[in-house]
């Protein structure tokens, strides 16, 4: 497993929230701590990534490339704002 930050998922997720997806704002349903996607803690292996809020480690977004589709989940994000 590798460990590296939310600007990991910018190309990934560029599709889903638009444009420059690392700044948009996520808000954790653990801790309510809001902040962007560029700074959360990304796990990623060959199976997918896994965005962790810096907070309390709440799972905010997976991301799992099955070729054809890209999966992204976001369970523990209670809202988004990308401006």
Excluded: Q, Y
Aim: with cysteine.
């Amino acid at each position: 497993m590798t460990l590296v930050d939310g600007n990991a998922l910018a190309g990934d997720l560029a599709e889903v929230l638009g444009g420059d997806a690392t700044s948009a704002r996520l808000r954790c349903s653990g801790c309510g701590t809001t902040g962007l996607l560029a700074v959360t803690r990304v796990h990623r292996t060959a199976m997918g990534s896994v965005a962790r809020c810096r907070g309390c480690d709440t799972v905010l977004v997976t991301v799992v490339d099955a070729g054809a589709s890209l999966w992204v989940g976001m369970p523990g994000t209670r809202a988004v704002a990308t401006a």
